[in-house]
């Protein structure tokens, strides 16, 4: 039994920690799909922009841009900040919302097939300091990170165009003068020899939430006065607690707790 023991600590030791990168095997996407597949007796509604939020003696009244209404005891937040304002228009504590800036990013892949890498480098990927003259701020080697991505043969490469000075502009450009500017500044550091073999821009308006200074004490004042003005609603997602999808899983699995001990301690009282 000691021996078995011994043997169990040293294969601990020498496991390889778990990597803090995670995606899904169908790509991102497919997470909704698998959350309504788990949950078959809720109603979804998708693409159904919420309006206006009212607080009702029973709960609240949620209507759409289509005009249908929705009631609920609680509700779980998890909008983009710049749309809460006009949601919860009632109540001016929420307008400081308005206050919390957002970046724009534009994100371009390259595939390359791999005798097509001339100069390569180690690791998986590299950022870049704001105060350089690059317009990317971070390239990703997504074929080492996730190699399911990649098809067979290529290599995969994703640039973040986030750190431009002039962001808004930048996303009006074409495809190509993106792709030409991205590329100049990943050949700085390696190189590819003829054309990629296919390339993707992705461009997300205003999709980075920026946490200035004193924003965790404006969140903390913002839910304690929800607690007491709007209760059974709670505020989270990537405008509140952290921008990474490990940050929003965690938090909305917090909310969803703390809606359903919400509901527990209603129907206790009843």
């Known amino acids: 039994a000691k021996a078995k023991t011994q043997i169990a600590k040293a294969n601990k030791l020498n496991e390889k920690p778990k990597g803090v990168f995670m995606s899904m095997n169908q790509g991102v996407e497919s997470m909704i799909p698998a959350i309504e597949k788990a949950m078959p007796e809720v109603d979804v509604l998708k693409d159904h922009q919420v309006t206006d939020v009212i607080k009702t003696d029973a709960g609240y009244t949620v209507t759409t841009s289509s005009g249908q209404t929705v009631t609920a005891e609680t509700i779980v937040v998890t909008t983009e900040h710049q749309a809460l304002p006009q949601m919860f228009h009632q109540h001016d504590f929420l307008q400081f919302y308005k206050d919390i800036p957002s970046t724009s990013v534009v994100n371009v892949t390259f595939a390359y097939p791999k005798e097509?890498?001339?100069?390569?480098?180690?690791?998986?990927?590299?950022?870049?300091?704001?105060?350089?003259?690059?317009?990317?701020?971070a390239c990703a080697w997504q074929h080492h990170k996730w190699p399911h991505m990649a098809p067979e043969g290529q290599v995969l490469l994703r640039a973040h165009m986030s750190k431009l000075k002039e962001p808004e502009v930048f996303m009006e450009k074409s495809d190509e003068e993106i792709i030409e500017t991205a590329m100049k500044d990943i050949n700085k550091h390696i190189i590819f020899e003829g054309e990629p073999t296919f390339t993707v821009v992705n461009r997300w308006k205003k999709a980075m939430p920026q946490y200035i200074v004193g924003h965790l004490d404006r969140l903390n004042e913002m839910r304690e006065k929800a607690a007491v003005v709007l209760p059974g609603v709670f505020f989270t997602g990537a405008s509140h607690d952290g921008i990474g999808m490990p940050d929003c899983i965690s938090r909305g699995k917090s909310a969803a707790d703390t809606a359903l001990a919400f509901l527990d301690k209603k129907l206790v009282k009843k």
Do not use: E, T
């Open 116 to 137: 097509a890498v001339k100069k390569d480098l180690p690791g998986s990927s590299f950022l870049v300091a704001k105060n350089s003259d690059y317009a990317i701020s």
